[in-house]
């Protein structure tokens, strides 16, 4: 099997030591039988693309760092094994609660070089609200991991019930002060199938959102941090590779249920079924990418991020003339200001992110 223009893999641990009301990704509550299991078949699945040459992998989930040392080291292994050689980036996700000197060893002896931590809010009270009512000193935790990887970013949320933009202030103020290059900031959201969808629990209204939004690009753009993507701030040169390979609708592979992919002009999603999983059984939901198909999908990805893209460039990928083709819903956006277009490229404004789907709608 030979795919060079493949350059990333993403797998998919599901386990969790608790599960959080808002998560709707795949995920289950530990157990060292099944965990055991889940990283065989992993590794059977790796195992089939071990002729490629990736240049990323990210380890996502669920909570990677809640997988024993042993099957830690076993699946990181495997991975250099094959394609430790190549890859520019290595991630791996991890909560600070299962974070420990001892993986970080582990960790950088396998040449993971990013990290993302999941702290999601320095507050007590939220992380109670969200069933993440640990208590641990995360400066310190940072300045440990800064001891092995450098490159780490810190997943943050926003829009909790009964924040304030003070508390949002404090949130980022302490961000700010940890010194790291990367941060991705989420609002809370209120996902069908989660914890807090049964519970009836409610988002915060929109402009109260786009305030804490608006003080979010502001306070980080002051601070250094470029929006590269909607959600995603980084430090010049800090951007994530791995997951600027989904927001430039390039090929990846998935493995892991609930893991998705897109190979060879076919984008799938992997069953769920941790059962069927540990049973060998691999079920895929599949759509093949037409050219119409894949110009919605470069349009959708592309636009999400700050810089946006080129259109001579999209002309020649696609055969076509964008600027006439869209003339109309073009001109409508430009005037409303919620598209920029300078340099051969075409990117969304600060004021078009607020209504993303509007401008996607218009194009598309």
Same mark, same amino acid.
């Given at each position: 099997?030979?795919?060079?223009?493949?350059?990333?893999?993403?797998?998919?641990?599901?386990?969790?030591?608790?599960?959080?009301?808002?998560?709707?990704?795949?995920?289950?509550?530990?157990?060292?039988?099944?965990?055991?299991?889940?990283?065989?078949?992993?590794?059977?699945?790796?195992?089939?693309?071990?002729?490629?040459?990736?240049?990323?992998?990210?380890?996502?989930?669920?909570?990677?760092?809640?997988?024993?040392?042993?099957?830690?080291?076993?699946?990181?292994?495997?991975?250099?094994?094959?394609?430790?050689?190549?890859?520019?980036?290595?991630?791996?996700?991890?909560?600070?609660?299962?974070?420990?000197?001892?993986?970080?060893?582990?960790?950088?002896?396998?040449?993971?070089?990013?990290?993302?931590?999941?702290?999601?809010?320095?507050?007590?009270?939220?992380?109670?609200?969200?069933?993440?009512?640990?208590?641990?000193?995360?400066?310190?935790?940072?300045?440990?991991?800064?001891?092995?990887?450098?490159?780490?970013?810190?997943?943050?949320?926003?829009?909790?019930?009964?924040?304030?933009?003070?508390?949002?202030?404090?949130?980022?103020?302490?961000?700010?002060?940890?010194?790291?290059?990367?941060?991705?900031?989420?609002?809370?959201?209120?996902?069908?199938?989660?914890?807090?969808?049964? +519970? /009836?629990?409610?988002? %915060?209204? *929109? =402009?109260? &959102?786009?305030?804490? @939004?608006?003080? #979010?690009?502001?306070?980080?753009? !002051?601070?250094?941090?470029?929006?590269?993507?909607?959600?995603?701030?980084?430090?010049?040169?800090?951007?994530?590779?791995?997951?600027?390979?989904?927001?430039?609708?390039?090929?990846?592979?998935?493995?892991?249920?609930?893991?998705?992919?897109?190979?060879?002009?076919?984008?799938?999603?992997?069953?769920?079924?941790?059962?069927?999983?540990?049973?060998?059984?691999? +079920? /895929?939901?599949?759509? %093949?990418? *037409? =050219?119409? &198909?894949?110009?919605? @999908?470069?349009? #959708?990805?592309?636009?999400?991020? !700050?810089?946006?893209?080129?259109?001579?460039?999209?002309?020649?990928?696609?055969?076509?003339?964008?600027?006439?083709?869209?003339?109309?819903?073009?001109?409508?956006?430009?005037?409303?200001?919620?598209?920029?277009?300078?340099?051969?490229?075409?990117?969304?404004?600060?004021?078009?992110?607020?209504?993303?789907?509007?401008?996607?709608?218009?194009?598309?």
């Amino acid at each position: 099997m030979i795919a060079k223009k493949i350059n990333s893999l993403y797998i998919h641990i599901p386990f969790c030591d608790h599960i959080c009301p808002y998560c709707d990704f795949f995920k289950v509550l530990k157990n060292q039988i099944n965990e055991d299991i889940y990283i065989d078949e992993v590794i059977k699945d790796i195992n089939k693309y071990k002729d490629y040459s990736f240049k990323t992998v990210y380890i996502g989930g669920g909570t990677p760092s809640c997988l024993s040392f042993e099957n830690l080291e076993k699946l990181l292994k495997c991975i250099d094994d094959f394609f430790g050689a190549n890859l520019i980036e290595f991630t791996i996700e991890v909560n600070p609660e299962s974070l420990s000197e001892e993986k970080l060893k582990l960790l950088k002896k396998y040449r993971i070089n990013r990290i993302s931590i999941g702290i999601q809010t320095f507050d007590q009270r939220f992380l109670k609200y969200i069933n993440r009512d640990y208590e641990i000193n995360i400066p310190s935790l940072i300045n440990l991991t800064k001891k092995y990887i450098s490159n780490i970013n810190v997943d943050l949320i926003y829009g909790y019930k009964n924040q304030t933009l003070e508390d949002l202030n404090i949130d980022l103020d302490l961000f700010l002060k940890l010194d790291i290059n990367h941060v991705s900031i989420y609002s809370l959201m209120i996902e069908e199938g989660t914890m807090f969808s049964f +519970k /009836k629990e409610k988002a %915060i209204d *929109d =402009d109260k &959102l786009g305030e804490f @939004y608006d003080q #979010i690009v502001f306070k980080l753009r !002051e601070n250094g941090f470029i929006r590269y993507e909607v959600s995603n701030f980084a430090k010049k040169g800090y951007e994530s590779k791995h997951n600027l390979t989904y927001w430039k609708n390039e090929e990846y592979v998935g493995i892991g249920p609930g893991a998705s992919g897109y190979e060879n002009k076919i984008r799938y999603a992997n069953s769920k079924s941790l059962t069927d999983y540990l049973k060998g059984i691999r +079920k /895929k939901d599949e759509e %093949i990418v *037409d =050219d119409n &198909l894949e110009i919605e @999908y470069f349009l #959708i990805t592309n636009l999400r991020l !700050e810089e946006g893209f080129n259109i001579k460039e999209f002309n020649n990928i696609y055969n076509k003339d964008l600027i006439e083709d869209k003339k109309k819903e073009i001109n409508e956006l430009l005037s409303e200001g919620l598209i920029i277009l300078e340099n051969d490229f075409l990117r969304v404004s600060d004021k078009g992110f607020y209504v993303l789907d509007t401008v996607l709608r218009k194009l598309i």
